[in-house]
């Protein structure tokens, strides 16, 4: 328990002025190429991931996936975001931690009472 309050203590921006400017160089970075911070999750590492994109509208993952495109582009091409288009951007905007914890809490739910995980699941 104490230990637990003295993690989120050195990880709150608030209570912690190295926590504070991680959190703003992270912002600066996504910001020069129009990213959220939820646009970093790789589906491809976690099958909870995967699961959570599969379960979001179609219009915020095909704004994801724009996101994602556009910010490949501009580091190949050596640019950034112009300063007009940058002061638009909310990184820390979040649209998959929601949708991410139901998935984990039905997963865990599923282990709990010793059903097979859903991506293990077969057609019989």
Known sequence: MATSKLVRAILDPQKNWFAALHKK???????K?????D?????MEC????????????????????????AMDLSMKHEYLSKDLQ???????SYLSDMLA????ERAER???GALPLQQRTIP
């Open 25 to 31: 160089t992270i912002s600066d970075r996504l910001t």
């Open 33 to 37: 190429y129009g990213l959220r911070y």
């Open 39 to 43: 646009d970093l999750y790789d589906p």
């Open 47 to 70: 099958l909870d991931i995967k699961e959570a994109l599969n379960r979001l509208p179609r219009e915020i993952v095909d704004a994801r996936n724009q996101r994602l495109l556009r």
């Open 87 to 93: 002061a638009q951007q909310t990184p820390f905007r």
């Open 102 to 105: 139901l998935v984990k809490r």
């Open 111 to 113: 282990e709990a009472l």
